[in-house]
């Protein structure tokens, strides 16, 4: 028989986030400045509409400055992932040919590296390379995918904030940096990512803070107590 300690040191939250860095890893110098002549700097401000659901891929994103969310919309928002530097989006509406199902909106002030849908097939078709790291990624973030919906459809509100705290924990935690992660998110966003109104948000938010897992100044979010947070999720 498991303790609780044990499966406590079996919790994994990178089962939770993706982790898309090394998107052209191993691909030969030729197909990578093929790429590269392909790609365009942009810059979006807060607020602005990357893509909305039902439209069509461009191409693909790479994030490498800021904050982007992605969402979708049936009478109230329902935040499924917000991306960090270094990670893309947009490419799977773009293999299939399908519409986007979500909308990509900043977050925070950011700057783009997009690459038009055309020379990135092109080059696609001529590299295994890129190709192999698009399907592990494919696969990777389908279990993520999985994993979320599974400990969602399980746990409470206060559960599922917990986890999401922690998910924001470890995305943007500098490596080696043991200072507490700070978060600046709105609190409509938190509620639209937990998928809970804003006033139980709120209310929570001050329960947790009261416990010591958190300090709040204004909008923004430190994260104290992961321990506590992790205990909290129930999901081991």
């Known amino acids: 028989m498991f303790s609780l300690t044990d499966k406590k040191m ?7 986030y993706f982790n898309t860095s090394g998107l ?3 691909v030969s110098k030729e197909h990578f400045g093929m790429l590269k002549s392909a790609m365009r700097r942009v810059e979006k401000k807060k607020g602005e509409i990357i893509f909305k659901k039902g439209s069509y891929s461009k191409g693909i994103y790479i994030l490498r400055k800021g904050k ?3 969402y979708h919309e049936d009478g109230k928002v329902q935040i499924l992932y917000i991306f960090k530097k270094g990670e893309f989006f947009g490419y799977k509406p773009l293999l299939c040919n399908e519409p986007n199902p979500v909308t ?3 977050l925070e002030d950011a700057v783009i590296t997009f690459i038009p ?3 990135f097939l092109e080059i696609l078709q001529l590299s295994p390379q890129l190709s192999n790291r698009l399907l592990f990624n494919l696969s990777h973030e389908f279990t993520v995918w999985v994993n979320t919906a599974a ?12 986890l999401i705290l922690l998910i924001l924990n470890e995305k943007y935690k500098k490596a080696g940096d043991k200072k507490p992660v700070e978060l600046n998110l709105s609190r409509e ?3 639209g990512y937990v998928g809970t109104a804003v006033e139980t948000l709120v209310r929570i938010l001050r329960e947790f803070k009261e416990k010591g897992f ?3 100044k204004g909008r923004k979010i430190k994260i104290i107590d992961t321990a506590s947070l992790t205990e909290l999720t129930k999901w081991y």
């Open 151 to 162: 400990a969602f459809a399980q746990q409470s509100v206060k559960e599922r904030f917990a």
């Open 68 to 70: 982007v969310k992605v």
């Open 117 to 119: 849908k055309t020379p």
């Open 24 to 26: 052209f890893e191993g």
């Open 214 to 216: 958190l300090e709040v």
């Open 189 to 191: 966003d938190l509620a």
């Open 10 to 16: 079996d919790f994994d939250i990178s089962k939770f």
């Open 104 to 106: 990509a909106e900043v």
